[in-house]
C-alpha cells in the first residue's frame, strides 16, 4: 500500500514583525468537492501586505505568506465543480471564505460577512492557517475563484482583483457609473492610480486632489486626469468648491475632511478607503449644509469582482505595473512603504525561483 504523501507547496513568508519573507514550504489540503488548486502565475503587492507582515494592527501570525492578488491557472478542480476547467486562468483576491449564512453573504455581499475567512493570515475552516499568493499554489474554494477574461495579461489583472475592485465597488453601489459624473481622486497610490483609471473608464471629469506638485504631470498626462488641485492652494480649492459628485479618499493617514467635503455638490459622497486608526474630526454644517455623505467601502463582492473584470476588458483598462521577482519581494515592499513605486508591483510567480 502506497503511503499518501503530502501535498506541499514553496511561498515567501514572513516569520516575524521585521516583515523580511523568505522561502517556507508547508502543506496544501487536498482539492475538496468544491476547491480549485491553482498554480500561482503572479501576485501583486498590495499596501495592506506591509501592515501584516509587520503586525500594525496586532494580529498577525507567521510565518505568513501574503499576498492577495492572485492570478494563476487551474491545474486540478473538486468533483463538484463546474465553473472552472483545468488550464483556465482564474483570479483570487481579499478573501477564500464567509459563512453563507449571514444577510450579507445571503445578499452576495460577502465581503461584510463577520465570519469571512481572508486570503492569508488567517485559519480556514480545516483548523489551518491560509496562505497567500506570494506561492507556487493555492487551493481555493470556487465560490472565491474568478475566472480572467479571455485576453487579459495575468500581470494586469492582478492589480484590479483588490486595488481594482476597491474603487469598482462603491461607485457601481452608490450608483455613481453613468458618464460625465465629476468625481475627486484623493491620493495617488495603488489604488488612486486605480481610481483615475477606472473613473476615466466610466466617462467621468476625474480631478485629482494631492498635497504637493510632484504628481501633476504623471496624474494628468499618464494616468488620463482632468485636473489636479494642490490642497494646500487655497485660491484653487475654493475655485473647485461645490463641484464634485464623489470623492475617493484614499490617503491612509490622518487629514482634516472639511477642505474635501467643501469640494462636493449637493449629495455628493467622501468615500473613505484608506486605514486610519485615529479619530477624524469635522463640523457638522459641512456635511449638512449640502446633505453630504461621508461613507466607507471595503473591497467588494465576488459578483462584483466578475462584472469589474469584465468592464476593464471591454475598456481596454490596464493598470500601470511594475513587475518584478520573488527574490525582489523585500526590496518591493521597502520601496512602495516609501511609495517609490509607478503603481503596482507585480510579482512573477510562475518565473521566480521560490526556494531560494
Ligand atoms: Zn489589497
Ligand atoms: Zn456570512
Redesign the pocket.
Known sequence: MALETERTTTGWAARDASGILSPYTYSLRNTGPEDVYVKVLCCGVCHSDIHQIKNDLGMSNYPMVPGHEVVGEVVEVGSTVTKFKVGDTVGVGVLVG?????????ADI?Q?????IWSYNDVYTDGKPTQGGFAGAMVVDQKFVVKIPEGMAPEQAAPLLCAGLTVYSPLSHFGLTQRGLRGGILGIGGVGHMGVKIAKAMGHHVTVISSSEKKREEAMEHLGADEYVVSSDSSRMQEAADSLDYIIDTVPVFHPLEPYLSLLKLDGKLILMGVINTPLQFLTPVVMLGRKSITGSFIGSMKETEEMLEFCKEKGLSSMIEVVKMDYVNKALERLEKNDVRYRFVVDVAGSKLDQ
Not at 464567509?98 to 445571503?106: A, W
Not at 461584510?112 to 469571512?116: A, F, P, Q, R
Open positions: 464567509c459563512c453563507r449564512n449571514c444577510r450579507p453573504c445571503k460577502e461584510y460577512c463577520n465570519k469571512k
